[in-house]
């Protein structure tokens, strides 16, 4: 499975930006999906994350009411929909795949097996 990240870019706090992560190799039906990020300075950390139906998805507490995350199996891509963002969001993005359908989302790193190369999120003040 190969995952590729696209929609980062430079905003103002405030502003809104989606993320999307396109899928290919397999279908991603049989895949949970989740966004991580890191910082400058900082250790890599769970954003948001997704089970193989769409039926559960779960946040970071420093997120949850401004990201959304949601997937289009049809499309084997998953969005992030990222609204008054910070400049404490500033970071590289990376998507994340992890075979299984559980019916749960996860949010544990080593629980994903794929990972895209990242794209940049800069929220200046």
């Known amino acids: 499975v190969q995952l590729v990240e696209s929609g980062g870019g430079s905003v103002q706090t405030g502003g809104s930006l989606e993320l999307s992560c396109a899928a290919s190799g397999r279908s991603s039906t049989s895949y949970a999906m989740g966004w991580f990020r890191r910082a400058p300075g900082k250790e890599r950390e769970f954003v948001a994350a997704i089970n193989w139906s769409g039926g559960s998805a779960g946040y970071t507490d420093s997120v949850k009411g401004r990201f959304t995350i949601s997937r289009d199996n049809g499309k084997n891509t998953v969005y992030l929909q990222m609204n008054s963002l910070k400049p404490e969001d500033t970071a590289v993005y990376f998507c994340?795949?992890?075979?299984?359908?559980?019916?749960?989302?996860?949010?544990?790193?080593?629980?994903?097996?794929?990972w895209g190369q990242g794209t940049q999120v800069t929220v200046s003040s």
């Open positions: 994340a795949a992890g075979q299984g359908r559980y019916p749960v989302y996860i949010s544990e790193p080593s629980r994903y097996r794929y």
